[in-house]
């Protein structure tokens, strides 16, 4: 709120600057001392001041919080259609004739295909446009979804889901870059990345239900289709109304295209991520460890190439400009992405391995005890940025990260010590690792993007998103490796084989939590804080 006083008597204006009020500021103008025809008007004449309210701030604050509300619609349904099309397999596999492999194709192409876009995604938004490339983007997202629906056969279903996951990549690293030239105020910037961190663990629980809920109830005969025909009417409102509360926003520095480093960056993630992504499956042959090493290989090429690219004479062509390692506070934060989305989206798959196979929980149950982690989880993003302002970042972060180890271990101790192991006797461990992960996942997106050049917010936020992606397909790799391995090599009934092999993956898991703690204090301090 700013107020000045006009005509003070000694000539001095008194301003009050900076207090914030929820969701946006008010500038006002109050004059409590000039005169009425000539005649000076008292000091307590309330009757005399003139208060105007800036009303245009107040609707131009109120449409940036209901653009916000659309970037999150479109994040969230790129987020959820990794995990929606899950229960409807089944469906799937009784329409379309579609085998094992087919199956596995249709979830884990669309991922393969997210995560080979996102940094080219990120940076095409920084060159046309940000608020363009996210309505091309779910422009593309509707339709592909649309194709999905109507597949004939499972190889044009697979084909579909590439197209559905080039489309969400080029749609998801414009919310993080909106976000982050849209809403300048520290506060404004936490609580809209919040919102976004509770947009995207709600999807993960929508993405189960909604899936299970539409094959169930088999609207118009339509049975796994709709799971994909629900996007449309979603993308359609959610293109008009971003194209209209949406403020565009560009680099003033990117020139052109980079093509040669998007087809390094593509062949060297998509490589890593397919041998990470089938390995285990496949028993880990030979040609994995061959994949991966040529993916290492181009990816090195990548990053000499972009390094090139960054060079003065160069400068504004790179596609990841390398100036963004420099900042240690985005170094630090990329890497912890990585190791945080190993743990948030492997642990899921570790659950489900221990639940469904090991303790006979219908998946039902399964999804039922999982709940309270994602109401904690919620409700942690929403206290976060409070809790920052009371605390500071580092100590929320440092803290958080010690509750999710915590509570991984509390999950394995509980298992071993109770006479009857049941998924319900972990659901406080979960809903600590709940509170957990809730600290760390919001305050590590505004740490990564909010001391990010507003010119290279695109190439910043597909670059962390591609972590985030690779830090998953990674997790969800190690977590197999741990839990089948420690399956495999165990003696005892099938039963105790499974908790034993939760406990050697709740190992792993804790491991990364507390790499996590190391880099949350690795972190730079935000001035002002201690």
Known sequence: MNVRHVGDPGGADTRITSLLVPSYHIRCTIIPARDRGGERVGRDDMNAMDVRVGTASVRSADRRWAGLAVLLTGAFIAVMN????????????????????????????????????????GRLGDLQGRRRVFVWGLGAFTVASGLCALAPTPEILIGTRILQGIAAAVMYPQVMSLIRVTFVDPWERATAFAALGIALGLSAIVGQFLGGLL?????????????????????LVAMVAATKLVAESRSSTARRFDVLGVGLSAVGLGLLLYALINGR?????????????????????FVMHQRARSTAGSSGTALVDTALLTNRTFAVGIVMALVVHATIVAFPFLLVFLFQLGLSHSAFETGVIMVPHAIIFMIASLAVSRLIAWFGRTAVLANGALLTAMGFAAAAITL???????????????????????????PMLNAIMSGVPEDLAGSASGLTSTMQQVGGAFGVAMINLLYFGALQASSVGAQAAHVAAFQVGAGGAVAAALITLVLALLLPRPAGQA
């Open 82 to 121: 990794a995990i929606i099309v899950n229960v409807a397999l089944p469906s799937v596999r009784d329409d379309l004739g579609a085998s094992f492999t087919e199956l596995t194709a249709v979830v884990a192409y669309y991922s393969l295909a997210y995560a080979m876009v996102l940094i080219t995604g």
């Open 215 to 235: 094959v169930d109830i088999n609207p118009w005969g339509l049975a796994w289709r709709s799971v994909f025909l629900i996007n449309v009417p979603v993308g």
């Open 281 to 301: 499956a496949a028993g880990w042959p030979a040609w994995t460890f061959v994949m991966l090493a040529i993916a290492a290989a181009v990816l090195a090429l």
């Open 416 to 442: 071993s010590v109770v006479d009857t192991p049941s998924g319900w006797h972990v659901i406080p461990a979960l809903m600590v690792v709940g509170a957990g992960q809730g600290l760390v996942l919001t």
